[in-house]
């Protein structure tokens, strides 16, 4: 059974950061793509970014140069270092792993088959 559960999220200042954390049981992170994705209130869920089985990344163009993705293979656990908050930033957070190792990485949703329960990432201004 696949689970993935999210931890880390807190209320920040503009400007702070935070690493999020996905732990998984049931799949290995590194053999697969994995994404962290967010859902404000009111807003459809986004995609923030996303990790290859090869060690590259990507990222949506609004966390560019300030969220780093990257994982820990002997935990098995996906991070998200998310510096230079903004109040725009606030969502809650879900980690997300896709089905088959041979899938391809995408910033879609709908390629992601296993879902986190999320973490609430709170920036006040």
């Known amino acids: 059974q696949v689970q993935l559960v999210e931890s880390g999220g807190d209320s920040v200042q503009a400007g702070g950061s935070l690493r999020l954390s996905c732990t998984a049981s049931?799949?290995?992170?590194?053999?697969?793509?994995m994404g962290w994705f967010r859902q404000a209130p009111g807003k459809e869920r986004e995609a923030v970014a996303s990790?290859?089985?090869?060690?590259?990344?990507i990222y949506v163009g609004p966390v560019k140069g300030r969220f780093t993705i990257s994982q820990d293979n002997v935990k098995n656990i996906l991070y998200l270092q998310m510096n230079i908050l903004k109040p725009e930033d606030t969502a809650m957070y879900y980690c997300?792993?896709?089905?088959?190792?041979?899938?391809?990485?995408?910033?879609?949703?709908?390629?992601?088959?296993?879902w986190g329960q999320g973490t609430q990432v709170t920036v006040s201004s």
């Open positions: 049931g799949v290995t992170v590194s053999s697969r793509c």
């Open positions: 990790l290859k089985r090869d060690g590259s990344t």
């Open positions: 997300a792993a896709v089905r088959y190792t041979s899938s391809g990485c995408y910033l879609d949703s709908q390629l992601y088959t296993y």
